[in-house]
């Protein structure tokens, strides 16, 4: 049992990376780095706001330690208690767990279920689709943009290539889009009062403890798993869908919860995460015009930086700021002592920034090599499953994007998302200065 929050102080005390009223106004970049230099592994007593909000946990913030953590899944569960920094009663562990919240070999087993849909060579097979996709977005981007008129960069432009192409990977018609993009909004959002009905910090959400995120809107979601599978089974395709339709683990037929929660894990990190990582590539290349510059120059010239240049947006992007682990053991680590039962929690931006892994890292250098970033996990058994797709969207992105734009401005004032999970953004007015 961990110690009582009144009961161990802060490491750093005042050093606020919990709250979501702080990712509102900014990613605490100073704030992380006091971490890393001060206690890169630190007690964090979970007060916000002078309420506890929890039994507190460690806090991971080096690259290394976070790698190391994530890799050894025998001594930081995913599973015992989640990957959520909420501590939930077992019932509520057992409803809400999707893949996310199981270690192998159970997790490995639900893993295979959609490895080959999400595979490398297979999500190559849409990489035609992602160019023309992502092309007619720019275009109208662009058009509407024309005479210096100001775009939502997250409206006109983000969130319609990761949402379009997820379609087809889980078998849903592209005619529900809309609504699965809303209701992804809503649910994982949970702390915005724009997207939520119950903000999960301002409203008693104890109603819906046994539902993810604790947002009722799943059980929406769940209804239309139901619906689809229903269908899926007359008429089964190559999809994700389909594959649920009738999977089976370890001898047992996923339960219709289990399948609900395996869609609506998929929906929310195919989509919520691209679709951030591009507006932040937006927005670093209006910040950063040379290496617009460059990147043109580099395909125009054979120098191609476009392969570094991914890689760098998603450092740069880091869209998941954190997740969660659960020391199985009385252990160690870089010589801290922690109790069986703990939670680890690892913070993916801090890792993204820390000096002692990336030269300069708050320089936006698309020619960065090495760039062994931590945006899809630090290894381990629950490297991103959609790293692959992930990457063919921010190619096809950059590539159409270095044709048609000459520069990006900044036309207003950049509104991020109330979320101390997502680093996003919901509106980003830009001007696209046409080539």
Known sequence: MTERPDTRPDTLAGVDILSHDV?????????????????????????????????GFWAVTRWDDLVDVHKDWRRFSSEVGGTEIEELEPDANVARRTMLETDPPRHTRLRQLVNPTFSRATVQTYADDARALVESVLDDAVAGSSSGR?????????????????????????????????????????????????????????????????????????????RMLASK????????????????????????????????????????????????????????????????????????????????????????????????????????????GEKVVTWYVA??????????????????????????????????????MARLEVRAFLTAFVQRVERVEIAGKVERIRSNFINGVKRAPIILVPR
């Open 23 to 55: 990712y509102e106004i900014g990613v605490p970049h100073d704030a992380y780095a006091r971490y890393r230099s001060i206690a890169p592994i630190a007690w964090v007593n979970e007060t916000v706001d002078n309420r506890h909000t929890g039994s």
């Open 150 to 226: 100001a775009i939502d960069a997250v409206a006109t432009i983000a969130r319609e290539l990761p949402i379009r192409m997820l379609t087809a990977l889980l078998g849903v018609p592209d005619s529900d889009a809309d609504m699965l993009f809303h209701w992804a909004d809503q649910i994982v959002y949970h702390a915005d009062p724009e997207f939520s009905g119950a903000v999960v910090d301002q409203t008693d959400t104890d109603p819906y403890r046994l539902l993810p995120f604790r947002s009722p809107i799943s059980l929406q979601v769940f209804d239309y798993v139901e």
């Open 351 to 388: 890792a993204n920034f820390d000096p002692e892994q990336f030269t300069d890292p708050f320089v936006f250098d698309i020619g960065r090599t090495p760039n062994r970033h931590v945006t899809f996990g630090g290894g381990g058994p629950h490297l991103c499953l959609g790293q692959w």
């Open 233 to 340: 089974r007359s008429n089964p395709g190559a999809d994700v869908l389909s594959v649920l339709a009738d999977a089976v683990v370890d001898g047992t037929p996923l339960s219709e919860r289990e399948q609900g929660t395996f869609f609506l894990l998929l929906l929310i990190a195919g989509n919520e995460t691209t679709r951030h990582t591009l507006t932040h590539a937006l927005l670093a290349f209006a910040e950063h015009p040379d290496q617009l510059a460059r990147l043109r120059k580099g395909m125009a010239d054979g120098s191609d930086l476009l392969d570094t240049a991914v890689e760098e947006v998603l450092r740069w992007a880091c869209p998941q700021i954190h997740f969660r682990r659960t020391a199985t053991i009385d252990t160690e680590l870089r010589g801290v002592q922690m109790r069986k």
